[in-house]
């Protein structure tokens, strides 16, 4: 098939943008993601694929957990800043604000809410590795905007590998 059809077709999949955040000791990070879906009501279990020479894939395989952290729809210069390994300074990871949750890995206090997941399964599938994260706490900072998603942004990401991924 025709790698530029495949992408064209694949960019057409809504997909929300979310900073995961992951940990592994001291050592943190946050990461724009665009695969991110709920796959179980009970447990309720989040899975998120990501890219096997991520840093945020050796610090989730790691750590044993990550962060999903939903941001508004208005504010979407922050995943740019996040399309590469984050510099943690004392509690912030590119200078935005974080904690660690119930699990450790970092939460953002900017987003409009988020999710804290303890890692139940790990599926290699290629280029990604797909993390299936048991919900063990969550938040809402924000019920009044609306989540990012990749259509906010003149973002792409999917399809077949191209220059710059």
């Known amino acids: 098939m025709d790698p530029e059809l495949i992408n064209k077709v694949t960019w057409k999949i809504p997909n929300a943008l979310a900073l995961i955040g992951s940990a592994s000791g001291e050592e943190w990070n946050g990461m724009t993601a665009s695969w991110v879906t709920q796959v179980s009501m009970e447990p309720v279990l989040i899975g998120v694929g990501v890219d096997n020479t991520a840093v945020t894939h050796r610090l989730i395989s790691e750590g044993?957990?990550?962060?999903?952290?939903?941001?508004?729809?208005?504010?979407?210069?922050?995943?740019?800043?996040?399309?590469?390994?984050?510099?943690?300074?004392?509690?912030?990871?590119?200078?935005?604000?974080?904690?660690?949750?119930?699990?450790?890995?970092?939460?953002?206090?900017?987003?409009?809410?988020?999710?804290?997941?303890?890692?139940?399964?790990?599926?290699?599938?290629?280029?990604?590795?797909?993390?299936?994260?048991?919900?063990?706490?969550?938040?809402?900072?924000?019920?009044?905007?609306?989540?990012?998603?990749?259509?906010?942004?003149r973002m792409k990401y999917g399809g077949v590998r191209r220059g710059g991924h």
């Not at 508004?72 to 922050?78: G, I, K, L």
């Not at 599938?125 to 299936?132: A, E, Q, R, S, Y």
Request: proline share 6%; net charge negative.
């Open 64 to 153: 044993g957990s990550f962060t999903v952290n939903l941001w508004p729809s208005d504010d979407t210069r922050v995943f740019v800043k996040f399309s590469k390994p984050a510099t943690r300074e004392d509690a912030t990871l590119n200078g935005r604000p974080v904690r660690p949750g119930v699990t450790g890995a970092p939460i953002f206090e900017e987003s409009l809410a988020w999710m804290d997941c303890s890692v139940r399964h790990s599926i290699d599938l290629g280029t990604h590795t797909f993390f299936v994260g048991e919900l063990v706490d969550a938040g809402v900072n924000d019920d009044e905007r609306q989540a990012a998603s990749m259509s906010d942004t």
